[in-house]
């Protein structure tokens, strides 16, 4: 039975030989980024295809006392806790005064699951490997969370690393300081 089989593939491998047909090449097929365009406290970035589990309106938090100020809270979300980060207040150390943000893009990596506020979604995008700019200058309050970007038209799109940004020891720690406490218990009284 295997000496069939092989004499099988033999035959069809001449019968493919003779007819002449060339079999497509591979290098025809171009290389491609893919991610989702947004915006993190006024700054235009990416997300790799992948790196987000995915976009929500901001749902209604409740605050948790002894947190570091970019905590926003937890939400009540598919049966359970989503803690709430806000981007601005995270990236930029300041909390956003104009419109409310009301998205934020859900992230779930092991020992992390967490919403971040957006200031701005745009779309699902592709871009040529070969174009990604590992050298272009990015917003400083970012360029730690990055790993190069593409051009799109007179814009930048840095993409933010999300790997980058769970592994950074200030998000995984969001009890506030001792000091901070106090000072918050001190505002109160």
Known sequence: MTGTALQALDELARGQAESGVTSPTVSDARMTW?????????????VGEGELQEIIETPPVTAIPGTKPWVMGVAAYMGGLLPII???????????????????????????????????????????????????????????????????????????????????????????????ANEEISDEQ
């Open 34 to 46: 893919m991610g989702t365009s947004l915006g993190i406290a006024g700054v235009p970035l990416l």
């Open 86 to 180: 806000s981007g601005d207040v995270f990236f930029r150390g300041r909390p956003y005064v104009g419109r409310v943000r009301e998205f934020c893009m859900i992230i779930r990596r092991p020992g992390f699951y967490f919403g971040i506020t957006l200031s701005d979604i745009e779309r699902d995008i592709k871009f040529p490997v070969e174009e990604r700019d590992m050298e272009y200058p990015v917003d400083p309050d970012f360029a730690e969370f990055t790993l190069g970007g593409f051009h799109s038209g007179d814009r930048f799109l840095a993409i933010l690393d999300v790997d980058k940004l769970v592994a950074d020891s200030e998000l995984a720690n969001a009890a506030a300081s001792r000091t901070a």
